[in-house]
T-cell receptor, first 108, second 120 residues
């Protein structure tokens, strides 16, 4: 059974600090990795995708991928209250599998 | 103005009743998906379609049915056989579907606003 694991949280981070969200996956054949942000009552919104080992930066967001450790993370720098949401990790091998998400709460 | 639309936003179903959720996209995407999300849970795949007139069961297809007669439309019917249908239903689309094992931006899924179904 292919799995994508995330800590459900809530993860509380002070405003202006770095939020670090982690995700592990079970299938070594996975090739594509995605991070979605979902506000309460809304649909998921794609914020980052990464395919290669290493870091990928986009504004305040950095995705980190380590295929050897089967680990992908999302860093949010200078956290803002508007970043408070659930973050879903998704991993694709033959189909996309979503984790259950981590609730992030930015403390003003 | 491209995107994915779902209707209705809220839907109430009586016991024993079939209901159909609409999903339309004008992104010219080949692949479309239906997910179910329960409170505190991740997304569970119900059905997906990689091309017109073809669709595949996902992880929780029992009690649901779909059709894909047009590229832009992928309606989901929740039948009376689905014993616990109260949930948030999300439709998504991507340029290409599953089966492309190599990394590709074609795999990125974009979601509609969702339909919240409640059984009375």
């Amino acid at each position: 059974q292919k799995e994508v694991e995330q800590n459900s949280g809530p993860l509380s981070v002070p405003e202006g600090a770095i939020a670090s969200l982690n995700c592990t996956y079970s299938d070594r054949g996975s090739q594509s990795f995605f991070w979605y942000r979902q506000y309460s009552g809304k649909s998921p919104e794609l914020i980052m995708f990464i395919y290669s080992n290493g870091d990928k930066e986009d504004g305040r967001f950095t995705a980190q991928l380590n295929k050897a450790s089967q680990y992908v993370s999302l860093l949010i720098r200078d956290s803002q209250p508007s970043d408070s949401a659930t973050y879903l990790c998704a991993v694709k091998e033959d189909k996309i599998i979503f984790g259950k998400g981590t609730r992030l709460h930015i403390l003003p | 103005d491209g995107g994915i639309t779902q209707s209705p936003k809220y839907l109430f179903r009586k016991e024993g009743q079939n209901v159909t959720l609409s999903c339309e996209q004008n992104l010219n995407h080949d692949a479309m998906y239906w997910y179910r999300q329960d409170p505190g849970q991740g997304l569970r795949l119900i059905y997906y379609s990689q091309i017109v007139n073809d669709f595949q069961k996902g992880d929780i297809a029992e009690g649901y049915s779909v059709s894909r007669e047009k590229k832009e439309s992928f309606p989901l019917t929740v039948t009376s056989a689905q014993k616990n249908p109260t949930a948030f239903y999300l439709c998504a689309s991507s340029i290409a579907g599953s089966g492309r094992r190599e990394p590709s931006s074609y795999n990125e899924q974009f979601f509609g606003p969702g339909t919240r179904l409640t059984v009375l």
